[in-house]
């Protein structure tokens, strides 16, 4: 209070530079009382929501390798990432797609990356509401945008057919994940890929089922029905089931499905493996416990109504007799189709001239249940020799079989034999030769190499276990890896000459490209950690390693 | 935690003596800075939290009252966060400035302050994902930071003083471009060229709030 007096009869007395001093402060203390008030709306402001984006689950999906690239599947970032190893310097693009990724399925031919989705629902800040999706991604076209299709369920399989123009999305028996109320595991989504998205692509379907659920679906290549009103080429779909095979008419979805059952009140039959003759519209089923190979005819029924189905599969059970275990299939040079089917069983190969029906048998000196046909098929070339391996039973032995005549009634195939050292535990084809890996040991320490032009093999020891490898697409290298070994390995497949490169770090996995790179995935960088080996002559250094290329520019992405 | 800073607060204050009692000043204290960019929110939900040392000289008034102070300091912050549910982020700071402050008394014992700084900060970010992998970058840039605040003094006509000072601003910082590397142990081995990629731009641009305990002399 007395300084309040004082300060009062201060005032009365004061000199003009005093009002104005005292004006002055005046203005600093409302100053001060504004910035104090300001203060509040500023404090309102201090926290902001972070973007649920970043607090997400995070899977980085098994590297899959395209044509000259490699691709990263980022469940959380969700994006496709690819290394592009098509030139001398390897690029990084990468493209973004739906929530949540949960599966990638190169096409058969490797242009095309399908990715699926499982969406999300908006129930937090940064959150989006998408339905599960199937995104296809064009790895050559950085431009292009991932063409999305809306598939209704979070499927985690994908049956892409062998001219890429139809994929069906269906569930694997243990479904994706445990999220979500209801899983109807026979639904399938058929997406025509050569359409946009729209209402009615994909075609949603629930197939029959009589208590089994699909294992896999096999496409069959565009194939015509002999004397079906429709000379439409047609792609159909295999679902493989427990006791159970389904055919629709992929092209036409919304047509009905057709069950097959396969067990006949005995032992249940699970179909393994499928092959088709398209030039008789026929498919050609082997299956566990099942004594014969199944062929599954499409012949032409004139439909019911207009959306009816106009085919009608025909059952032959073709005399094997023994139990298949394993079948492969070839065009001989004049186009007409075989099927080989091993019958450990009854110690034959069963040859059937898939466009007839007609076999023969030849007798194994051993149960074979494996199959290699050399060299391998191509637009150009048939197969001229097949390689029959026990590997089940163990043996040290292989036999080999001329494909020329095989079918000639004068003529008695023979099979060569092939006897080794060691017994036979996996027999691998080498690309585009006429060499074969044979492994001795379940730990892939002790190799042989399988030279099918002189019938010999030369041994190959391993100095570690082969947990990851691959052969060159030109044949000529194959490329090993042993996990926690920082090197690779190669084997020059004209000479069998030996060599290695030192890595800084342990390889996890390899992938090599059609331009014969090679690229060493290290799986210790939550953000991407690969060599790049430019070619399999490649010295130590001209090796380049890339870091961090799963979170380029991370931080400059909005959420 | 609140009512010991409120009781700390009001024992300096009562310890403290004139804010003006000499030429030099020197300050220490802690601060908070809201991470509000997209980048730091991709790393972190907290707020970079540090503390800062600064000397300052008067050089006079620059109109009647208005005391003119100049100086520099350090400050040093850091932040952690998960990214992902198992990356470890760990984000630091630490910051050479350059201060200009005005200094205005309001009533006896309250005065009010404003300053800016500049000066360059260094950005670090380390990612560590659990399982040995440890990831990290650091890079220069620059920070500008303005701020306003008030100064609580007790006494005046002293030799020395206390003072307790809380400021609001905001420091806005270059976003420099990191590029995270493994930490591999250097054991002589020619290693092998690599490349890295960029993780982006972190930007660690804020308001801020801080509190200090100010001496002159």
């Not at chain 1, 005032?11 to 002055?24: F, G, L």
């Not at chain 1, 994909?202 to 096999?218: D, E, M, W, Y």
Request: overall charge negative; some cysteine.
């Amino acid at each position: 209070m007395r300084k309040q007096n004082y300060r009062q009869g201060a005032r009365d007395a004061e000199a003009p530079e005093e009002q104005d001093r005292a004006r002055s402060a005046l203005c600093w203390r409302l100053g001060a009382l504004a910035g104090a008030l300001a203060v509040i709306p500023l404090s309102g402001c201090w926290e902001d929501d972070r973007p649920i984006a970043w607090t997400r689950d995070r899977t980085v999906l098994p590297p899959v390798a395209m044509k000259t690239k490699v691709a990263y599947v980022d469940s959380a970032l969700d994006r496709v990432t690819f290394v592009d190893l098509s030139n001398d310097t390897p690029t990084i693009d990468a493209r973004q797609i739906g929530r949540n990724a949960i599966a990638s399925i190169p096409s058969p031919d490797r242009h095309t990356l399908f990715v699926i989705t499982r969406g999300e629902e908006a129930i937090s800040k940064g959150q989006i509401d998408q339905p599960p999706m199937l995104w296809a991604v064009d790895p050559a076209d950085a431009s292009a945008p991932p063409l999305g299709y809306a598939i209704g369920s979070p499927f985690d399989q994908l049956a892409v057919s062998p001219d890429n123009t139809l994929a069906v999305a269906y569930f694997s028996a243990a479904g994706p994940d445990s999220a979500g109320f209801f899983r109807n595991p026979n639904e399938l989504a058929v997406i025509d890929l050569t359409q946009p998205p729209s209402d009615t692509n994909p075609t949603l379907k629930t197939i029959r089922s009589f208590g089994a659920v699909p294992n896999g679906i096999v496409m069959t290549p565009p194939m015509t029905i002999a004397g079906d009103a429709d000379p439409t080429p047609r792609t159909f779909a295999f679902v493989l089931a427990e006791n159970d095979l389904t055919v629709f008419d992929a092209t036409h979805p919304e047509r009905d499905d057709i069950s097959i059952r396969l067990d006949a009140a005995g032992q249940s039959v699970t179909p393994r493996e499928i092959v088709f003759a398209p030039a008789s519209a026929s498919a050609y089923v082997r299956s566990d416990n099942a004594n014969d190979v199944l062929q599954v005819i499409l012949e032409p029924l004139p439909p019911a109504m207009p959306d009816a189905n106009d085919y009608l599969p025909q059952l032959a059970e073709l005399g094997a007799g023994g139990g298949p275990t394993d079948i492969a299939v070839y065009d001989d040079p004049t186009g007409t189709r075989y099927v080989l089917a091993a019958t450990p069983n009854t110690g034959q190969i069963v040859v059937i001239q898939a466009d007839t029906a007609q076999f023969r048998t030849i007798a194994m000196p051993d149960p074979i249940d494996r199959i290699i046909l050399f060299p391998e098929e191509t637009a150009t070339a048939s197969p001229e020799k097949a390689l029959f391996a026990s590997i089940s039973a163990k043996l040290p032995t292989l036999h080999v079989l001329d494909l020329g005549d095989i079918f000639d009634p004068l003529v008695e195939p023979t099979p060569r034999t092939i006897t080794l050292d060691q017994p036979v535990r996996d027999v691998v084809p080498v690309p585009t030769s006429t060499l074969a890996m044979v492994v001795h040991d379940d730990a892939r320490t002790v190799l042989g190499m399988l030279d099918m032009d002189a019938e010999t093999t030369a041994p190959l020891l391993g100095v570690g276990e082969l947990d990851a490898y691959a052969f060159t697409p030109t044949g000529s290298h194959l490329v090993g890896a042993t996990s926690g070994v920082s090197r690779i390995g190669f084997v020059e497949l004209d000479d069998l000459h030996p060599s290695d490169l030192r890595l800084d770090t342990a390889p996890a996995g390899l992938y090599v490209t059609e331009n014969d790179k090679i690229l060493v995935d290290h799986d210790d960088d939550p953000f991407g950690h690969v060599t790049i080996i430019p070619s399999p002559d490649a010295t130590r250094a001209d090796l380049r390693v890339l870091e961090g290329f799963l979170a380029a520019n991370l931080l400059d992405k909005e959420p | 935690m609140r009512a010991n800073a409120i009781i700390a607060t009001i024992l300096l204050c009562a310890a403290a003596a004139t804010a003006r009692a000499g030429d030099n000043e020197l300050e220490a204290g802690g601060e908070t800075r809201a991470l509000r960019s997209a980048s730091a929110d991709a790393l972190t939900d907290a707020s970079l939290g540090g503390g800062h040392f600064a000397y300052a000289r008067a050089f006079g008034e620059l109109s009647p009252g208005l005391e003119l102070w100049l100086g520099g300091g350090l400050d040093f912050g850091g932040a952690g966060g998960t990214m992902f549910q198992t990356l470890t982020t760990t984000i630091g700071t630490f910051e050479i400035l350059a201060t200009a402050r005005v200094r205005y008394r309001l009533y006896d014992h309250v005065l009010a302050t404003a300053r800016v700084s500049a000066g360059s900060t260094r950005t670090s970010l380390e990612i560590d994902d659990g399982m040995g992998g440890d990831l990290s970058d650091a890079r220069w840039g620059a920070i500008m930071r303005g701020a306003i605040g008030l100064d609580l003094a007790t006494r005046e006509h002293a030799t020395w003083s206390a003072a307790l000072r809380a400021e609001l601003g905001y420091a806005r910082a270059t976003a420099p471009e990191l590029v995270l590397q493994p930490s591999t142990p250097d054991d002589g081995t020619l290693r092998l060229p690599m490349t890295e990629s960029a993780i982006g731009h972190l930007d660690l641009s804020g308001p801020f709030a801080a509190i200090s305990l100010v001496c002159q002399f």
